[in-house]
């Protein structure tokens, strides 16, 4: 699609992703609770807690018997299990929150502006072209640090937090998120072509054309064919053979691997796993699947 559109300037890009983060204040006031701000900053500080957590049990140990008052949580009497540790005396503060929301927000717009995807204007018949997925990750960064100001928020600490993949290891639900990026994108003339990174990259693995020279630095010729080779078993490793089978033959399909059983098997089983969160977030707002989805296989 892209090849029948033009480019926006990258100062009209950034306009637009700057003001998607400046509905972040009508976003939060539309939410009907904010569980899922809580949701997203406990998933962020999860290994802070887990330690905070530690030394409380320690703490208590170490204490006994000694009468220890006034402190949160008690050293004495029951013990507070972690849930209720985390919801009764690590509660985040305006500013925390912020910065969780801010954290929602990004992870979002990486979705909805990935590179393979396409976000154009239906009347302009223009698009905004954020770059490859690293340029992606560091212009969001810098518009946030830049454009933003938060009387909660000291300008000078960084407002994209360091544990990012905490976000997709635990699985939080984005839903909302992503939803209200397309409800500002639809409202102001935009619509979306969806294209799958997954399918993409694994058919660019699958001939050998991915490059992962950027994971490995300033190495020697040996460490990085090394690296490379890695690399290389790491996605091309066999599937768990102990899997619950999803169709006939399902054995032998997991005990072949990417190269074996070819991109046919790898697409057939993607798309069995149903649409992604920004498709149904998609959905959920124009009421039609987006143009390209499902994916096609000859498209790829």
């Excluded at 090849?3 to 939060?28: G, K, N």
Aim: aromatic fraction near 12%; glycine fraction near 6%; charged fraction near 30%.
């Amino acid at each position: 699609m892209k090849t029948r559109l033009t480019a926006y300037p990258a100062e009209q890009t950034d306009e637009l992703i700057a003001w998607l983060f400046r509905q972040i204040p009508t976003f939060v006031k539309g939410l009907p609770s904010k569980d899922a701000l809580h949701e997203l900053y406990n998933s962020l500080r999860g290994p802070e807690h887990d330690a905070q957590y530690l030394w409380y049990r320690l703490q208590r140990t170490l204490c006994k018997g000694a009468g220890v008052e006034g402190t949160a949580p008690p050293l004495q009497g029951e013990v507070c299990s972690k849930a209720a540790f985390i919801a009764r005396h690590r509660r985040p503060n305006q500013a925390q929150l912020y910065h969780a929301t801010l954290m929602g927000f990004t992870y979002a717009m990486d979705e909805v502006f990935a590179p393979t995807c396409t976000v154009y204007h239906r009347v302009e018949r223009r698009y905004h072209d954020m770059g490859s997925s690293i340029d992606l990750a560091e212009r969001l960064g810098a518009i946030a640090k830049q454009r933003l100001y938060s009387p909660e928020t000291d300008f000078n600490l960084e407002i994209i937090l360091d544990e990012c993949g905490s976000v997709f290891n635990d699985g939080i639900d984005l839903h909302a998120f992503l939803a209200f990026v397309f409800t500002c994108l639809h409202d102001r003339g935009y619509d979306w072509q969806y294209r799958s990174d997954h399918l993409a990259f694994m058919r660019r693995l699958e001939q050998g054309k991915v490059d992962f020279s950027a994971l490995r630095g300033d190495k020697s010729e040996e460490e990085e064919e090394e690296e490379r080779r890695r690399e290389r078993e790491k996605w091309l490793e066999p599937s768990d053979p102990d899997a619950e089978d999803l169709a006939p033959d399902a054995e032998q399909y997991n005990r072949t691997s990417l190269a074996e059983r070819g991109f046919e098997s790898e697409y057939l089983k993607f798309v069995g796993e149903g649409p992604e969160p920004a498709v149904r977030a998609y959905i959920a707002v124009y009421g039609v699947e987006p143009d390209g989805y499902p994916p096609r296989m000859d498209e790829y």
